[in-house]
């Protein structure tokens, strides 16, 4: 009703079980007037259970696949069409943009494990917060990682694989840092898990800088 014939495709998207419904819309154009009558809907959609859609002009997610190569990409491999055509099917991401918003995404990740961890006076609970609060982006990182390799990573078992025997990481840090990233009630420790987790990103971010495509 908002769009009529601007409307071009809308696709869901997201590992359902962890993170709930998502979807993009993609639209002709997009105005000030479209976001008011867009915002109208936002309470009932959260009501629903479902996040607030993304909207974006089409032209506009072509030209900042660069930008986003992380985020976008995602989208693009998790999809199921809802409406229209799919619009993904001649669209490709630069493998060397994936690498370098990989690399970007785990310095900051990095970072901010160090500088939570200071600020956070090594309280248990604040602990417990960032770790769990982290490993999601970790899983992620190594996800892309795995699909940039070649390998299989829709799974934790097919992500834990990758990091031991391609980038010599740690198996059971990693293991333990995805089991927390997907359930909140895992069996362990966050607290004794956060100096191999801070480790494991040192090396994960090593990984990174010195890969490059066969």
């Not at 990409?73 to 991401?93: A, K, M, Q, S």
């Not at 097919?158 to 840090?173: G, H, Y």
């Amino acid at each position: 009703r908002i769009f009529g014939a601007r409307l071009e495709s809308v696709v869901a998207y997201g590992h359902q079980a962890e993170e709930g419904t998502h979807s993009l819309a993609l639209v002709g154009s997009l105005t000030m007037d479209d976001l008011q009558a867009l915002a109208q809907f936002a309470p009932r959609w959260h009501r629903a259970g479902a996040a607030t859609p993304l909207v974006l002009p089409r032209d506009e997610f072509a030209r900042s696949l660069d930008a986003f190569p992380i985020e976008y990409g995602e989208i693009i491999d998790t999809h199921e069409v809802l409406v229209g055509p799919d619009p993904f099917l001649d669209i490709r991401i630069n493998v060397e943009d994936v690498r370098r918003a990989v690399e970007m995404q785990a310095a900051s990740l990095l970072l901010h494990l160090r500088e939570n961890y200071v600020e956070s006076g090594g309280r248990p609970a604040a602990l417990t917060a960032l770790v769990r609060d982290s490993a999601p982006g970790f899983a992620l990182l190594l996800r892309r990682m795995a699909q940039l390799d070649g390998r299989p990573a829709a799974t934790s078992a097919e992500l834990s694989q990758w990091a031991a025997t391609r980038a010599l990481l740690d198996p059971r840090v990693v293991g333990d840092v995805l089991a927390i990233g997907s359930d909140a009630s895992a069996p362990v420790d966050p607290v004794r898990l956060f100096p191999g987790f801070l480790d494991t990103m040192s090396a994960l971010l090593r990984v990174i800088d010195r890969w490059s495509a066969s």
